[in-house]
């Protein structure tokens, strides 16, 4: 019975990271952890191309013209929404993450959502690498690995 399962190694990998600008003193973190994960798993920084752009909202149009190019390995997207006092939060990161979940479902290539939504800003802080972790950090890891089960896959055909 064959068993497909990623492996952590960046090495040739292309990444993409598309990043939201709005909060970026918690945006900024997570590029940090992103890179910082690229290169653990023996990635080449010169390999990471950023895109940034004004919020979390814009986002997926990038995305999408980024699979559209085919120049990269994976597309890992970053960014910060925070939940305030108006429906704002709920159309933000509801219609980005359906938009980016439907690209990464078109199996092209991962599109992995590292995209931090908090009730306030001290969540966010702490998902940016204070107490929870770093999102970016996790999200390329969860890139590199998927890039070697897509590949396992399609040597497999």
């Known amino acids: 019975m ?3 399962e990623g492996k952590l190694s960046a090495k040739g990998l292309k990444l993409a990271l598309v990043v939201g600008k709005f909060n970026s003193f ?3 973190r997570l590029i940090d952890g992103a890179l910082n994960a690229f290169e653990q798993l023996e990635g ?3 390999m990471v191309d950023i895109y940034k752009v004004p919020g979390s909202y814009e986002i997926p149009g990038v995305v999408r013209r ?3 190019a085919g120049k990269h390995d994976a597309i890992v997207t970053l960014g910060v929404v925070i939940r305030g006092q ?3 939060f709920e159309y933000v990161a509801g219609n980005t993450s359906k938009a980016l979940m439907e690209m990464a479902a078109e199996g092209k290539v991962p599109v992995v959502f590292g995209i931090i939504t908090a009730d306030d800003v001290e969540q966010a802080i702490d998902r940016a690498g204070v ?3 770093n ?3 996790e999200a390329v890891f969860t890139a590199v690995e998927m890039v ?5 896959m399609n040597h497999g055909k």
């Not at 070697?148 to 396992?152: N, P, T, V």
Request: glycine residues 12%; hydrophobic residues 20%; without cysteine.
């Open 86 to 88: 108006t429906p704002h």
């Open 131 to 133: 107490k929870s972790g």
């Open 148 to 152: 070697s089960l897509y590949r396992q």
């Open 2 to 4: 064959p068993i497909y």
């Open 26 to 28: 918690i945006g900024d």
């Open 135 to 137: 999102k970016g950090y």
């Open 44 to 46: 080449n920084p010169e």
């Open 66 to 68: 980024l699979l559209d």
